[in-house]
C-alpha cells in the first residue's frame, strides 16, 4: 500500500466514542535510526506484550472549526504539558483523516504499568488513539476493509513514534520492507504470521527495573545522532541481516540461536549509543551486573534465559512459559536486589491490540 492509500474523504461529522487498549512492545531486532517522515533505516521485529498497556477513550463531538482540537487527560487528570506532542501528531496525520477538523476530540488515556517505571507509554499510547480514530473512520465509511483498518492504524500511530506501529497486531510484529515477508512495508507493521513457532504464543518477559527514572537522552535524540554515526550505515545492514536470521529461527524455535541474536541485538543497539557523538550511556552498573549473572545462570542450568534492553537501563528477561518457577525464583533471589525498590513487572507476549 502507499502512502496516498490512506488518505480519506471528508464526511459528515457524528457523535461518536471509541476505546481501545493497546499493548506495549519489546523489540528483539532493533529500530535506531530514522528519517522523514518517521521511515526505518532498518526493518525490526518485536514481541507484542499482554499486561504492559494503554487504555484510550476519545469522545469525539461534532465541531465545524477548521482546526483540530482537543483536550487530553491520563488517568483522570487533564494534562496540558502533553499537548504539544499531540499536536505535531496531529500536524503529521490530519492529511490523512481530513474528517478530523470537523471535531472537538476529549481524550481520556491510562496505563496499566506504574508511570515512573522507565517503561515508555510513547508506542502503546500512540497505538491506542490511533485506534480509536481508525474506529471513528470505520463508522464514517463502512466499507473500510479489516486489513486496511490495522494498516493505516499502524501506519497513523508509526507517525506518532515509530515503535508505535508494532503496537498493534500480536504475537509479533514486524515494521520496515525485509525480504522475509513479501507484504511488509516502511509504512506500517504486520504480524509475523501463523509460521511463528508455538513457543513464543507464550514467551515470558519479565522486566526488572533497574532505573524507573525518566531517560537522560531520548529515543528521538539518540536515532537523530544515528545521522553522520560513523557506523551507522553497517548498522544498518547488520539489523537486515539479523531479522532475515531471526525470522527461520523464531519458526524453528531453535532457542539457543534466537538467545544468540536478541542479546546480540541489544548490545549492539547500546553500541551505537557509545559510539555517538556526543557518546552516552544508558546501562547502569546494575544493568550490567544482571547481564553478568544471566549468562551464569544459564551456563548452570541450560534454561534458555536470555535478556534484552530498551533505550534505558531497564532489563527484559525473556523464557519460555515451562521455565517459569526456576527463572522466577532465580529472579527474586540473585535480581531483585539489583532493581530499584527491589521492583520488577512479569508480562508476557500477547495477541495485540483490542477494543474496548
Ligand atoms: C530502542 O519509537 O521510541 O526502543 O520514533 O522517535 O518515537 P521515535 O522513537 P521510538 O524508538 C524506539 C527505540 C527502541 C528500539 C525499538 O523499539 O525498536
Avoid at 499493548?23 to 518485536?46: C, D, F, M, R, V
Avoid at 476519545?58 to 499536536?87: C, M, Q, S, T, W
Avoid at 531517560?215 to 557506523?231: A, C, E, I, R, Y
Avoid at 526456576?326 to 535480581?335: D, G
Wanted: proline content about 6%; overall charge positive.
Amino acid at each position: 500500500m502507499e502512502t496516498s492509500s490512506f488518505i480519506a474523504s471528508k464526511a459528515s461529522p457524528i457523535n461518536y466514542s471509541s476505546t481501545w487498549e493497546a499493548p506495549s512492545n519489546i523489540a528483539l531486532i532493533k529500530y535506531w535510526g530514522k528519517h522523514e517522515p518517521q521511515l526505518p533505516k532498518n526493518s525490526s521485529l518485536s514481541f507484542t506484550l499482554s499486561s504492559s498497556k494503554t487504555k484510550t477513550k476519545v469522545i469525539f463531538k461534532p465541531h465545524p472549526k477548521n482546526e483540530i482540537d482537543f483536550e487530553f487527560y491520563f488517568h483522570g487528570i487533564p494534562k496540558p504539558d502533553f499537548k504539544a506532542k499531540l499536536n505535531s501528531f496531529f500536524d503529521r496525520i490530519h492529511t490523512f483523516i481530513p474528517w478530523i477538523f470537523n471535531y472537538r476530540l476529549e481524550i481520556h488515556s491510562e496505563n496499566s504499568f506504574p508511570h515512573s517505571s522507565g517503561i515508555a507509554s510513547s508506542a502503546s499510547s500512540m497505538a491506542a488513539l490511533s485506534l480509536c480514530i481508525m474506529d471513528l473512520e470505520q463508522q464514517l465509511f463502512p466499507e473500510i476493509k479489516q486489513a486496511y483498518f490495522f494498516n493505516k492504524a499502524s501506519f497513523l500511530a508509526r507517525l506518532g513514534s515509530g515503535s508505535a506501529a508494532r503496537s498493534i497486531h500480536g504475537p509479533v510484529s514486524l515494521w520496515g520492507k525485509n525480504k522475509e515477508r513479501k507484504k511488509s512495508s516502511d509504512l506500517y507493521a504486520t504480524p509475523f504470521g501463523p509460521s511463528l513457532n508455538s513457543v513464543f504464543h507464550d514467551y515470558q518477559d519479565t522486566i526488572l527495573l533497574v532505573d524507573k527514572g525518566s531517560k537522560k537522552v531520548s529515543s528521538t535524540q539518540g536515532h537523530s545522532l544515528m545521522h553522520g554515526h560513523p557506523f551507522a550505515e553497517n548498522r544498518f545492514i547488520q539489523a537486515t541481516n539479523n531479522l532475515s536470521a531471526l525470522v527461520p529461527i523464531m519458526e524453528a524455535g531453535a532457542l539457543d540461536d534466537f538467545i544468540h541474536l536478541v542479546e546480540l541485538e541489544a548490545l549492539s543497539l547500546h553500541a551505537m549509543m557509545l559510539t555517538s557523538n556526543p557518546y552516552f550511556i544508558l546501562m547502569q552498573p546494575n544493568t550490567l551486573a544482571i547481564i553478568h549473572k544471566v549468562w551464569e545462570f544459564r551456563k548452570e542450568t541450560s534454561v534458555p534465559l536470555c535478556f534484552t534492553l530498551d533505550a534505558g537501563a531497564n532489563v527484559h528477561l525473556l523464557y519460555p512459559k515451562q521455565n517459569i518457577e526456576l527463572v522466577h525464583s532465580f529472579i527474586k533471589q540473585e535480581l531483585s536486589c539489583f532493581c530499584q525498590n527491589r521492583q520488577y513487572l512479569f508480562d508476557a507476549v500477547g495477541t495485540g491490540a483490542k477494543k474496548v
